[in-house]
């Protein structure tokens, strides 16, 4: 008689305890069902449009007439979809010594909320096109469809979403300037310095909010070629691993692991690199760039090819729709 009782006991047991754990994996199940749905409203249309958009001003050269109506757009569509907007505008000193006007746009929502995340991208656009197969047309200013306009169209796209239904964090968008004046292969022997991520690099230094930080950040460069690739990028692997290990199992959960590969990529100087060393913020950059092609950047990089031609919505959709799905996973 007396082994009846804890038999009884331990029956219970079992069957409460995989009662309890069977809820909790359908919760979480349907939690992530949820996420991916909210990530899903990312619209590939009109981030093809925010691309466009921006190409169709000419590039985005500091001191030109289409370098201040492309900040002038990006600065109104972020107020339009209810960010709180902030431009820095400041002289830099570039490769050779020249000073270029520039800006840089930030755009808050929820500015008064502690937990904060932060999504960048580069606006300007390159002045020379120096990797051209051409050689007339290496002083050729680049459209800069991909280098440039598609991150910024993708973060535009976050944002309109993002006033439709707020994730639990803040969000903070900054469209840096002056990512893009490295010095030219035809006139690399001046100056010691690269000469690129200039505005990235003042913004870390004199962040718009005092002592500003966020739990982490996430660059996108380079994000809507027809084959683009997304390794794992060295520098964001050093600071920010537990945030590229999110970002490619939400990426693949998604089903867009045929662009976030599962694989060491290059050490890449880029935007994050100033926002990890100058405000010691984790950040991460999702790239175009494959290890094991030639020049590693897509064959348009610095070229004229970086056009429209080369701008596919379902790379749009697969980026804008995985950075969706981590902002609003985050509690
Ligand atoms: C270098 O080539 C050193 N960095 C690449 C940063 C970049 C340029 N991203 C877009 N254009
Ligand atoms: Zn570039």
Redesign the pocket.
């Known amino acids: 008689m007396s082994y009846k009782i804890p038999l009884l006991f331990l029956l219970c047991l079992t069957f409460s305890c995989s009662g309890g754990t069977q809820t909790k994996a359908k919760q979480s199940d349907s939690n992530s069902q949820e996420i991916a749905r909210k990530a899903s409203n990312f619209s590939a249309d009109s981030a093809f449009i925010f691309t466009k958009t921006q190409v169709d001003f000419g590039p985005r050269v500091p001191g030109t007439a289409a370098h201040k109506a492309g900040g002038d757009f990006l600065s109104a569509e972020l107020k339009r979809f209810g960010a709180d907007v902030i431009e820095q505008e400041m002289d830099l000193k570039l490769y050779n010594g020249n000073i270029i006007h520039t800006r840089n746009i930030i755009g808050s929502f929820q500015s008064e909320n502690k937990n904060r995340i932060l999504l960048c991208a ?1 606006w300007d656009t ?1 002045p020379f096109a120096d990797q051209d197969p051409n050689s007339a047309n290496w002083r050729t200013p680049i459209d800069g469809a991909n ?1 440039g306009a598609s991150a910024c169209a993708v973060l535009l796209e976050i944002a309109r979403q993002i006033q439709i239904e707020q994730p639990q964090a803040g969000i903070d968008i900054i469209f840096f300037d002056a ?2 004046w ?1 010095a030219p292969a035809f006139d690399r022997d001046r100056g010691g310095r ?1 000469g ?2 200039l505005g990235s690099e003042y913004w870390a230094k004199n962040p718009h909010v005092k002592n500003y930080t966020a739990r982490f950040g996430i660059l996108l ?2 994000v809507g070629a027809p084959d683009a690739v997304f390794y794992k990028e060295y520098y964001s692997m050093q600071h920010a691993a537990h945030i590229v290990k999110k970002v490619w199992e939400s990426a693949a959960a998604l089903g867009h692991g045929r662009f976030f590969i599962n694989a060491m990529g290059g050490a ?3 935007d994050h690199l100033q926002i990890i060393q100058h405000r010691q913020i984790p950040c991460i950059n999702i ?1 175009h760039y494959d290890p094991h092609s030639e020049i590693g ?1 897509g064959s348009y ?2 070229t004229l090819n970086d056009n429209m031609d080369n701008v596919c919505k379902n790379t749009l959709q697969a980026v804008g729709e995985t950075v969706m799905y981590v902002i609003y996973k985050e509690q």
Do not use: A, V
């Open positions: 580069h390159r280098d990512e893009d490295g690269s690129y991520c460069d380079m890449i100087e880029d790239i950047f990089w610095h």
